[in-house]
Nanobody, 120 residues
Framework: QVQLVESGGGLVQPGGSLRLSCAASGSIFALNARGWYRQAPGKQRELVAGIAPGASINYADSVKGRFTISRDNAKNTVYLQMNSLKPEDTAVYYC??????????????WGQGTQVTVSS
């Protein structure tokens, strides 16, 4: 069964950077990224960076100017570049996407998440 797999998380000091990646674990024709979300302990999952159907991008106010979502259609991969990280960015980060198989689109896939911890 094809899954979305996030990678690139880890422990980083405040002010540091990380780049998260999200790709499918098996063979697909295309990946339509919906966005990156995060969930901190005791909090609800929240949108960090989203890509609308018209390809417009929106960011949570808390990450504007620091995070950038991008995608490589040739690699069917979506990225989240995170700069100037703060302790409050600590959370599990999830990728959300639609996947195109030979049988058609399957919508609203979620990855298992990757932990980002910002601490000195």
């Amino acid at each position: 069964q094809v899954q979305l797999v996030e990678s690139g998380g880890g422990l980083v000091q405040p002010g540091g950077s990380l780049r998260l990646s999200c790709a499918a674990s098996g063979s697909i024709f295309a990946l339509n990224a919906r966005g990156w979300y995060r969930q901190a302990p005791g909090k609800q999952r929240e949108l960090v960076a989203g890509i609308a159907p018209g390809a417009s991008i929106n960011y949570a106010d808390s990450v504007k100017g620091r995070f950038t979502i991008s995608r490589d259609n040739a690699k069917n991969t979506v990225y989240l570049q995170m700069n100037s990280l703060k302790p409050e960015d600590t959370a599990v980060y999830y990728c959300n996407a639609d996947l195109l198989f030979s049988t058609g689109w399957l919508y609203d896939y979620w990855g298992q998440g990757t932990q980002v911890t910002v601490s000195s």
